[in-house]
């Protein structure tokens, strides 16, 4: 359990005095791998071991398979998708059903922030009035979008943001991720894509051709990329510094042609661009990329 001691140890002390939340609350960026240590919690409540948890027994095997018939998991369709109404009208039925091989019956819900009111209220009333066997973690990476009486039901386990190791260069948070997720994968090509700012900075690439390029990302994991390198050139003015690490070379050439105003109008439209995803609001993926490139030229 090396990841997160200190919140580690309070579930731990939470179960072994027989005090386990009936809801969990977990919130932190995905660099913080909350959906590991959502898991490791599982694994706590659902062992049949004498040492909790075993990681080896038949039922924590089930669980790291995510086939244990006391575990079920709720998360959106699509990477950067909502949870729909539905999916937690399913979850007042099976939330009162009784478990079949252990004492607990777990409701993961990943992207918690990212249920609409209707299924923010759905969810209400289950929480409301839970089964006594059933515990619920929800998994979120903000609270802004969270009604706050499914918060006030829940008890909160914070996560810290950026780590020390990261003032000198944002963009190592790319060794966090799973090789495989989104993130990681839009972090193997940072110099690709810093190198293509710089050519349309330098009049050698155009908006619209780029901005058709770039949607081949996800949207919300390119906005979140491109926030943490307007972020870490906005620290590179502030501090007068050079950066080493990850795409060295692309952020300070970009630090030269950008002016720290340049910079905080492209952070401030890429925060009201997360705002809209984060609600829900449909957002036209190449027409939103155009104008953000196109503000950027226009302004330098």
């Not at 009936?22 to 240590?37: M, S, T």
């Not at 009208?89 to 252990?102: E, I």
């Not at 190791?165 to 810093?194: C, H, M, V, W």
Request: net charge neutral; hydrophobic share 40%.
């Amino acid at each position: 359990m090396g990841e997160h001691p200190e919140q580690w140890k309070k579930i731990q002390t939470a179960f072994n005095n027989g005090r386990m939340p009936q809801a969990l609350f977990l919130v932190g960026p995905l660099h913080c791998a909350l959906a590991d240590f959502a898991l490791q919690i599982v694994h706590l409540l659902l062992c049949r071991d004498e040492n909790k948890p075993c990681f080896k027994c038949n039922d924590c095997q089930m669980v790291k398979q995510f086939e244990h018939p006391d575990l079920e998991r709720v998360k959106p369709d699509k990477e950067g998708g909502a949870i729909k109404i539905d999916q937690i009208r399913t979850l007042q039925q099976t939330a009162y059903l009784t478990p079949q091989r252990s004492n607990y019956r777990i409701i993961v819900i990943d992207a918690a922030d990212r249920m609409n009111n209707a299924s923010a209220n759905a969810l209400l009333k289950i929480l409301e009035e839970p089964a006594k066997h059933t515990v619920f973690i929800l998994i979120a990476q903000q609270l802004s979008t969270v009604l706050p009486t499914v918060l006030s039901r829940c008890q909160l386990l914070t996560f810290s943001s950026i780590n020390n190791l990261y003032d000198q260069n944002l963009l190592l948070l790319g060794n966090q991720y799973p090789k495989s997720s989104d993130r990681a994968l839009i972090f193997e090509q940072a110099e690709t894509i810093l190198e293509d700012i710089i050519a349309l900075l330098d009049k050698k690439e155009h908006p619209c051709v780029l901005a058709t390029r770039l949607t081949k990302f996800e949207l919300s994991t390119l906005l979140w990329f491109l926030y943490l390198v307007y972020a870490q050139l906005q620290m590179m003015h502030m501090t007068t510094t050079r950066v080493n690490g990850p795409a060295d070379e692309q952020l300070n050439q970009l630090s030269i042609r950008l002016n720290p105003v340049v910079i905080f109008v492209q952070i401030d439209k890429i925060n009201t661009l997360l705002r809209k995803l984060s609600h829900n609001m449909n957002v036209n993926h190449t027409l939103a990329l155009e104008d953000l490139l196109f503000s950027l030229i226009s302004n330098s």
